[in-house]
Structures are given as C-alpha cells and as structure tokens.
C-alpha cells in the first residue's frame, strides 16, 4: 500500500478528524462522501482498543490501571497541563462511519510486533532484535485477530460509486 502523498494531505487529515467523531457517524459520514472524489483511496490510522505489548508492558512495570485505560473505549490521558479524553473506537465501529458510502479495501495492524515508540530507548541497543521484530510485524499484520492486538489499526478505505 503506497502512503498518500503530499498534496493529498489534507484528505488524510480530514480522514483522521471525522474519524475521532465517530459517535456522530451518519453527520460524518455525508461530510466525508463531500470532501472524497471517486478516483482516490484514503487512509484512516486510529488506536486499538487493547495493545498486547502496552498492556504486559504496564503489567511488569505495576502500572495495572494504564495497562488497562482502552479497554472501555474512553480515556483520559494527561497532556501536559491539560487532560485529553481520547476514544478508541472499534474495527466495526469505524467501518460503520465510512458506510454505506465508502468500502475498505484492506486493514493491518501496526505495532504487533514492534514496540511503541517510548521503548526505543532500549532496543536501539538491539538493532537486530527490532530488525526481527518488523520483520515478524510484516508477516502477520494482515491476520485479523493478530491486527487487532497491536497499537494501530491501518485501514484503506475507497468512495463507492453514487
């Protein structure tokens, strides 16, 4: 799957900020089927609501309520000074803001296999480890449960004709 490039920006943007609206799925649903054109696929990138590395991550470190923050869907997460609710919607549910106007084309999962980006610290000590570790994300990516495990979820999603 080739990334969106850089004049097509705004579409991956505008993707992403409809997609964190999702309660309001058939007002966003009519935005999006405006603002997409018939001849371009676009991408949608959003959080899993359990990631296997961050909860046992959590776990051995006894941070037992971060291991289990997406479990309900809802979260707040400080941000510095501020506290942000962040959603975690499901497969399902993110597919059914895109319908009926819109039909995935695919769906992988990133960060099975890798870890998050806050463990970069120690495996930049292991480059062969991390190495290995892509190498197992980009075999098993497309397997749906597995991509339901990981951090993200990468979906390809085209207009349908009408």
């Known amino acids: 799957m080739q990334m969106c490039k850089a004049k097509n920006a705004s579409?991956?943007?505008t993707a992403s900020t409809a997609a964190a609206e999702y309660p309001k799925a058939k007002?966003?649903?009519?935005?999006?089927?405006?603002?997409?054109?018939?001849?371009r696929p676009f991408i949608v990138c959003f959080s899993n609501r359990f990631c296997f590395l961050e909860t046992l991550w959590c776990l051995l470190r006894g941070r037992f309520r971060a291991a289990f923050r997406r479990l309900s869907g809802v979260a707040l997460v400080k941000c510095g000074e501020r506290t942000v609710k962040v959603e975690y919607p499901t497969l399902r549910e993110v597919m059914s803001l895109f319908s009926p106007s819109f039909h995935?084309?695919?769906c992988i999962g990133l960060g099975i296999a890798v870890p998050s980006s806050y463990l970069e610290p120690i495996l930049r000590k292991y480059p062969r480890v991390l190495c290995l570790l892509r190498h197992i994300d980009r075999r098993i990516?497309?397997?749906?449960f597995v991509r339901a495990i990981g951090d993200h979820m990468l979906l390809h999603f085209e207009r349908l004709e009408g």
């Not at 007002?27 to 001849?39: A, G, S, V």
């Open 11 to 13: 579409h991956i943007r």
């Open 27 to 39: 007002t966003t649903n009519r935005r999006l089927h405006k603002i997409f054109d018939t001849t």
């Open 104 to 106: 995935m084309r695919s």
């Open 141 to 144: 990516c497309h397997l749906p």
